[in-house]
């Protein structure tokens, strides 16, 4: 493997991005570009989705975490980025645009141009790489390949692309299947990728950069592990870089920290392997300097020339991580104290630089600022599934402000609904301090486009699903700050039903309660004071009893009397729950369950915070 790799670090180099929306084929389409190329063994079994290894993503279909691989094609060595396709990412997408020097844009060819394909593609256009348009599932029954190629270019002229830009070669594909053609008759298709490999190749042109000069490296990604620790990824901008070379970090506020290179790793396949040197234009990773950040340029002792700073999108949401201090806590998880938590938190750090952690000072509690709802509760749904207990509140939008005037940020929302259900949707929308921005309709479906404050887009979701019973497509970006509009924006219609007491859930009882609104948990659930088992069918919180038994009488009564006919209850996921909270209520997250609770446990504990709020 080690002389295999030496002898690929000097073949001709070419450096791509895959940009998608969600769910376009992209990961798909590496898993081909890997199986054809010959990089792996004829013996060496490769997974489906193989670049997706965070069973989350395997779970979920998207790509959270950006990744690289690298594959050897006749005598090149190609560096593959495969990048998020969710705009909560999209400052990974940004700062791998500064180590390629092309992109694949991957575009289904249904669904044509989406949300965070004009996202990504902006990223890229800003850049000036070089793009090559990738039709994929040309298999697909139904197709609109024309009109999509139409929707491509119009999408290249909005977002401002140079002629070189516009004229972009297109191949295309089915990475299912495994075939490709520069036809777009599906009848032209072959049974390989040779077609985009031979584009890959001609059209992206080779890293521009000067192999004799001083070293400059610049991490654009970050990666940790309990052995090296921090570890920078990134394209060696201009010389060569040795293992045991003694180097200098030039740092973003322009302090110098010199290290010793400990460890060279160069990628073959799906794998990280070591090196000895690696030479300008091949992308690598260091680990030497505990805490490398992104951005920052490692130079020659002596010849020290910063390269630009890598810009970083600020978080927009936050929300509190606390220790769980519910009745149940430490039943299920196997790690529950604050001290745990915090270097959970802190680790997270050391590879997400979109992520900031501030400890709320004589508290057991973290204030967490991300990318958005999805960015945190991927954390949130990793650390349940490490043995993490916690509790976390309401996701909360980053309020600026600036000359004394508040800022807060907005977002563009996509919405592609039955029309028979988008009444509803508008209603909520425009509730949400939402502008609609374009309204089509066509074949029973309506797409709208609004503009919206992120703090309208909390708690949306589960609505959204309601309104248009599952058939409704949604996604969103972030557009920029401005104005905070009003102090209010969506907030819940409807209050609760709070359990009083502590006990297992009985039917008898439930059965009692259920004319009161929508049951969230069944018989036999244990329930504590305070936890929320239900939504009230009115706009006030009630206190209701769920586990109380019958009264057992020496009378004997009919069966039907006997038997309690429930409703099934509402169900909600980690989104779900965070969506639906309000800024008095908590979700408490263990490996096992996942519960909403209020944040004052007892019924005199609240009356008397509200009483403190009324002064």
């Known amino acids: 493997m080690m002389k295999l790799l030496r002898e690929v670090i000097s073949m001709k180099i070419r450096n791509i991005a895959i940009i998608a929306h969600v769910d376009h084929g992209k990961t798909t389409l590496v898993d081909q570009l890997l199986k054809l190329s010959g990089t792996f063994r004829d013996n060496e079994q490769v997974a489906e989705r193989a670049m997706d290894s965070n069973a989350l993503e395997r779970e979920r279909g998207i790509t959270i975490l950006a990744k690289n691989t690298a594959i050897n094609y006749k005598d090149y060595r190609i560096n593959i980025m495969d990048t998020p396709g969710h705009a909560d990412f999209g400052g990974e997408v940004e700062r791998i645009m500064n180590m390629v020097d092309g992109v694949l844009l991957v575009v289904d060819a249904y669904e044509g141009t989406m949300p965070q394909t004009r996202f990504v593609l902006k990223k890229a256009l800003e850049a000036k790489v070089k793009p090559i348009v990738v039709i994929n599932k040309v298999d697909r029954p139904v197709v609109r390949i024309q009109e999509v190629m139409d929707e491509v270019l119009e999408l290249f002229m909005e977002l401002g692309a140079d002629d070189d830009q516009l004229d972009f070669p297109t191949v ?112 690598v990773a260091i680990a030497g300097l505990s805490d490398i950040g992104v951005g920052e340029t490692v130079c020659t002792t002596g010849k020290e020339e910063p390269l630009p700073l890598l810009k970083i999108d600020e978080p927009t949401i936050q929300m509190v991580f606390g220790t769980n201090t519910s009745p149940f806590a430490g039943q299920d998880g196997k790690f529950v104290t604050a001290r745990q938590i915090e270097e959970r938190l802190f680790k997270e750090t050391n590879r997400d630089v979109s992520l900031k952690i501030e400890r709320i000072p004589n508290s057991e509690e973290w204030i967490v600022s991300g990318r958005g709802e999805l960015h945190l509760s991927i954390l949130i749904e990793n650390m349940r599934r490490e043995g993490y207990e916690l509790q976390v509140s309401k996701p909360k939008v980053i309020i600026k402000e600036i000359d004394g005037v508040k800022y807060e940020p907005f977002e563009e929302v996509n919405i592609e609904a039955p029309d028979d259900c988008i009444g509803n949707v508008i209603e909520s929308l425009g509730y949400r301090r939402g502008v609609l921005e374009n309204m089509v309709s066509n074949d029973g479906q309506t797409s709208v486009t609004y503009t919206i404050p992120s703090r309208g887009m909390i708690g949306f979701m589960t609505n959204f699903l309601t309104m248009t019973k599952g058939y409704g497509i949604i996604s969103h970006s972030f557009l920029e700050y401005r104005p905070m509009e009003g102090e209010t924006v969506g907030e819940r219609a409807l209050g609760v039903l709070i359990s009083i007491d502590n006990g297992q859930t009985t039917a008898y009882a439930l059965g009692g309660v259920e004319d009161r609104g929508t049951m969230f948990v069944g018989p036999g659930v244990e329930v504590y004071e305070g936890m929320i088992v239900g939504e009230h069918s009115r706009d006030n919180d009630l206190v209701v009893n769920v586990t109380k038994g019958k009264q057992l009488t020496n009378t004997r009564s009919s069966s039907k009397d006997s038997t309690v006919v429930l409703k099934r209850p509402r169900t909600f996921n980690l989104e779900a729950c965070l969506d639906y909270i309000n800024d008095d209520e908590l979700v408490e997250v263990t490996p096992e369950n996942i519960r909403l609770r209020k944040r004052y446990l007892t019924e005199q504990e609240r009356k008397q915070q509200n009483r403190l709020k009324a002064k």
């Open 172 to 283: 295309y594909t089915s990475a299912l299947q495994g075939t490709s053609s520069l036809d777009s008759d599906i009848n032209t298709q072959v049974n390989n990728m040779d077609c985009l490999f031979d584009m890959i190749i001609d059209e992206i042109p080779e890293p521009l950069v000067d192999e004799e000069g001083p070293l400059q490296f610049q991490p654009a990604l970050l990666d940790y592990n309990d052995y090296v620790g921090r570890i920078g990824i990134g394209r060696i901008q201009r010389g060569k870089i040795k293992v045991n070379e003694s180097v200098t970090c030039v740092r973003a506020d322009g302090t110098h920290s010199q290290f010793r290179i400990q460890k060279l790793y160069g990628f073959l396949g799906l794998h990280r392997v070591e090196i000895k040197e690696a030479s300008a234009g091949d992308i």
